[in-house]
Structure formats: C-alpha cells, structure tokens
C-alpha cells in the first residue's frame, strides 16, 4: 500500500513540474503597428514567466472560482497563475497554483 502511495505522489509530483515547465515560455504579444511614411512602430507587450510556489489540487464539487476564493485571490489573479487552464473543463486531481513569483 505504501508504494502504491509513493508512486502516486510521484507521478503528481511530475505531472505539476511538467505543467509548470509548459507555462513558463515567455510570450510576446504584437500589437497594432502605426505607419507614416516607410516608417512602422510595433508594440510588444513581454509576459514574465511564473514560479509556482504553492499547488493544489481540483476536488469533486470544485469550480475555478470557489478554489480562488477560498484561496484568497481574485479569479484574476488566480488565472494569471494558470494561464493554460480551461476552467469549463477541470478535473478531480487536477493541479492548480495559487501562489506564483515571476521569475
């Protein structure tokens, strides 16, 4: 029993460091460009990548809000910490970060 235990935390334990791994690419957004003459300005809006510094995972019942509320985050800041996350779409035992630094 015990290492089915450990082999379970285990494979939770990888699967949060290979989801964390996935969300730490750095993004750049283009965004309109103005042109006058031959001349053209872009803006690129650069998001830091997020250290997840604590974790938890979906129970039955849960939703995306009620996981921020009662970790104290607003649904903002609790999507930020998860930018891949499909709220409609969450599963029991799946791992969330309510707690992010950027790197």
């Known amino acids: ?31 309109g460009s103005m042109k006058e003459g031959n001349a053209a300005m872009t803006f690129v809006k650069t998001v830091p990548a997020l250290t997840c510094n604590k974790v938890r995972g979906f129970q039955t019942g849960d939703t995306c809000f009620d996981v921020a ?15 891949n996350l499909n709220c409609l779409k969450v599963f029991v035992g799946q791992w969330v970060c309510l707690d992010a630094s950027s790197v």
Do not use: K
């Open 69 to 83: 509320q009662g970790a104290g985050l607003t649904q903002a800041q609790f999507l930020s910490f998860n930018p």
């Open 1 to 31: 029993m015990a290492n089915h235990a450990a082999a379970a935390l285990l494979m939770a334990s990888l699967l949060v460091a290979v989801t964390l791994a996935d969300a730490r690419i750095t993004l750049q957004v283009h965004g």
